[in-house]
């Protein structure tokens, strides 16, 4: 079954850096977009970034363009998110989606706070 599981989240300063890591299993991960979204304390769930099957296009939301930066590696099944310049608006859980078959799937998401 489509298993996805986030990891890197955590608590960092204002400014800081933080990679997320996607692990996915159970399909075909080279042939599918990848996403990451994030949902912050009394708000809706929010598209970050996509990223094409093959890593050759990638979108951003407008509040993290030039600060985040989406990648892939299709060899060890996994998603990145590398987010820098940190802002307190940034707290969130974040969330890895895929779609597949019809279906959509969530990992339980990584917590980030972004705090001094």
């Known amino acids: 079954q489509v298993q996805l599981v986030e990891s890197g989240g955590g608590l960092v300063q204002p400014g800081g850096s933080l990679r997320l890591s996607c692990a996915a299993s159970g399909f075909t991960f080279s042939s599918y977009a990848m996403s990451w979204y994030r949902q912050a304390p009394g708000k809706e769930r929010e598209l970050v970034a996509r990223?094409?099957?093959?890593?050759?296009?990638?979108n951003y939301a407008d509040s993290v363009k030039g600060r985040f930066t989406i990648s892939r590696d299709n060899a060890k099944n996994t998603v990145y998110l590398q987010m820098n310049s940190l802002k307190s608006e940034d707290t969130a859980v974040y969330y890895c989606?895929?779609?597949?078959?019809?279906?959509?799937?969530w990992g339980q998401g990584t917590q980030v706070t972004v705090s001094s």
């Open positions: 990223i094409t099957s093959a890593g050759g296009s990638t």
């Open positions: 989606r895929v779609w597949v078959a019809g279906i959509n799937y």
